[in-house]
């Protein structure tokens, strides 16, 4: 006897009578053609349209997290240059007042250093002298250009 599962597939019981599927072993687990047995050419093309929107989705996130992650890796990494070249240029001034180091001898971050006479004056308006400001600023970024910059007041008699 066949059994009807929700009208859409149909299971052979095993007390069955019928000749032919008792021949065969795996007969109980084979059902009849359908016409909703597969999907249509229009159902496939959907998901894959569904899922190339999703794919695209998915690698621009993580595009944006990528150049994020590089960003904030140069912007570190220039302000380690930025510190190291401040200590430098304190025991090392720069002379004549100018020093610059380029991006291709710096790992990509262009410094520059100058140092300025510092006009100051004390409570009574007398003027202090001796006072230079040393400003370093370092230049990075490959696209889009970025700077960092530093200043320190030195005493030089």
Known sequence: MWIADCGLRKEYHPHSARPSDAKRPNSAFRSPPSEFAAFTLFEVLI??????????????????????????????????????????????PPVNGRRVIEAR????????????VFEAKTTNGTPVTGIWK?????????GKKSQEKAEILLYKP
């Open 105 to 116: 001898d710096n790992n990509g971050i262009r410094v520059e250093e100058t140092m300025d």
């Open 47 to 92: 998901a894959l349209g569904v899922f190339a929107i999703a794919v695209t989705g998915l690698a621009m996130a993580l595009d944006s997290a990528v150049q994020a992650a590089f960003e904030a890796r140069e912007r570190a990494l220039s302000r380690i240059v930025l510190e190291s070249r401040l200590s430098a240029a304190m025991s090392d």
């Open 134 to 142: 040393l400003k370093i600023t370092a230049d990075f970024g490959r």
